[in-house]
């Protein structure tokens, strides 16, 4: 069975800082990765994917993500964290295969962002 | 465009009344979900449909029923609410395995 892991229920950074949110993932197969942002009161709307190909992601709003096989990590980077940037944020996988491809869920990390 | 519509947005039920939750998606997508959002749960499934005229259960299906009525909509449906169905829910949907899920606005439902 997969599972996600997202270290860290709320991370702070100041504005014009490093953004760094951490997801590893618990799969036999590496499986199809997502990372969705979620603003108060709305919906899930996706902020980037790997499925196959290049393992550096880029996504909307300036962020980015790395597939790292090895780790068994996706961890969700941005250079310069802006104020707007605040919310939640949920690491996904999906299995490749053998499945009926449910997306799995972390637990979400609150991105706290500092003037 | 619409993608994925839940009704309705806000709902306060007494602790033994029932209420059905609406979703429609107008992606011509197969899979549909449905999750629970709690503080610190993250989302947690409760039913899903792979397509149309099959359902299965999720992580969290106590208490909950769904109906596939046709490849656009899909609707979950408390019997007997309770105090522990206070939640928000989420109706989701995509097209096939390597794809996202798209998310309806959330239903922030309150049982007393």
């Known amino acids: 069975a997969q599972s996600v892991t997202q270290l860290g229920s709320h991370v702070s950074v100041s504005e014009g800082a490093l953004v760094l949110l951490r997801c590893n993932y618990s799969?036999?197969?590496?499986?199809?990765l997502f990372w969705y942002v979620q603003y108060p009161n709305q919906g899930l709307q996706l902020l980037l994917k790997?499925?196959?190909?290049?393992?550096l992601v880029k996504g909307i709003n300036g962020f980015e993500a790395e597939f790292k096989k090895s780790e068994t990590s996706f961890h969700l980077t941005k250079p310069s964290a802006h104020m707007s940037d605040a919310a939640e944020y949920f690491c996904?996988?999906?299995?490749?295969?053998?499945?009926?491809?449910?997306?799995?869920f972390g637990r979400g990390t609150s991105l706290i962002v500092h003037p | 465009n619409a993608g994925v519509t839940q009704t309705p947005k806000f709902q306060v039920l007494k602790t033994g009344q029932s209420m059905t939750l609406q979703c429609a998606q107008d992606?011509?997508?197969?899979?549909m979900y449905w999750y629970r959002q709690d503080p610190g749960m993250g989302l947690r499934l409760i039913y899903y449909?792979?397509?149309?005229?099959?359902?299965d259960k999720g992580e969290v299906p106590n208490g909950y029923n769904v109906s596939r009525l046709n490849k656009r909509e899909f609707s979950l449906r408390l019997e007997s609410a309770a105090p522990s169905q206070t939640s928000v829910y989420f109706c989701?949907?995509?097209?096939?395995?390597?794809?996202?899920?798209?998310f309806g606005q959330g239903t922030r439902l309150t049982v007393v």
């Open positions: 996904a996988v999906k299995p490749q295969s053998g499945g009926s491809y449910i997306p799995t």
């Open positions: 449909s792979a397509s149309e005229g099959t359902t």
């Open positions: 799969s036999s197969v590496p499986p199809y």
């Open positions: 790997y499925t196959t190909g290049a393992t």
């Open positions: 992606m011509n997508h197969n899979s």
């Open positions: 989701a949907s995509s097209a096939d395995q390597n794809t996202e899920a798209f």
